[in-house]
């Protein structure tokens, strides 16, 4: 391979990777792990306002963060970071499997959750999914996350007296959007549609450009209001 910088090898590049957390053992020691496994670790921080101001600098492909912060707490790192580089992907490492710590997380952008009892490998894949935008949860934790997009779903929402005609998807962007508010991964609805991971990815980039929508989370939250998971 030449040493010729290739602008169109976007795929071959590395992860960037951002790893926040307030304990320097543990911060140093998932930012090694990390690099050792193939991510390209860009930046770490130790407290919140020292991770927006660094994030902002380095743009990180996925933000490795945890919720116990000190200066700022974690969802709002996770929400001022997700609002200002909409290619951003949260995945929280937290010590905590509270449910409102989970739903408070997924609330404020994050793409995934896992415990900080979680392997290198489980945290290695976890990284890669997020990267691409498939939620990852610790075991159990998915069930709940769904079952409050239902809850929020169930709430009415303020309907605009001038909200224009919702617009048209394709059966296929319908088909891949009713997987996805059945909490399906991008890898699963590949293999139940017989498509590639990059086709469904296509579709659900241009569903969301379509629905005006920004991520996956108001995704669901979309087909869940319109009983596209019930089907």
């Known amino acids: 391979m030449s040493g010729a910088h290739e602008e169109g090898a976007g795929q071959q590049r590395p992860i960037r990777v951002m790893v926040v957390d307030d304990h320097p053992m543990w911060r140093d020691a998932v930012a090694r792990d990390l690099a ?23 743009t990180p492909d996925v933000l490795v963060l945890d919720l116990n912060l000190p200066g700022m707490p974690g969802v709002q790192v996770c929400k001022e970071l997700v609002g ?85 998807l394709t059966d ?7 997987l996805v508010a059945k909490g399906l991964s991008y890898k699963q609805i590949a293999e139940r549609l017989v498509i590639s991971h990059r086709t469904v990815q296509n579709h659900v980039q241009n569903t969301l450009g379509k629905l005006q929508l920004h991520n996956r989370v108001e995704l669901v939250r979309y087909a869940i209001e319109r009983g596209l998971d019930d089907v």
Do not use: C
């Open 36 to 58: 050792e496994s193939g991510f390209d670790v860009v930046a770490t921080a130790g407290d919140g306002p020292q991770a927006v101001r660094r994030a902002g600098a380095v």
């Open 172 to 178: 296929r962007e319908t088909e891949v959007l009713r």
């Open 84 to 168: 200002s580089q909409p290619g951003l992907r949260v995945l929280v490492l937290s010590a905590s499997g509270e449910h409102a710590d989970v739903l408070e997380a997924v609330k404020s952008g994050a793409t995934g959750y896992l415990l900080k009892s979680a392997s290198t490998q489980e945290l290695t894949d976890a990284v890669r999914s997020t990267a691409v935008g498939d939620p990852v949860f610790t075991p159990g934790l998915a069930g709940l996350v769904l079952g409050e997009y239902r809850r929020l779903a169930s709430d009415p929402a303020p309907v605009a007296s001038n909200e224009p005609k919702a617009p048209q």
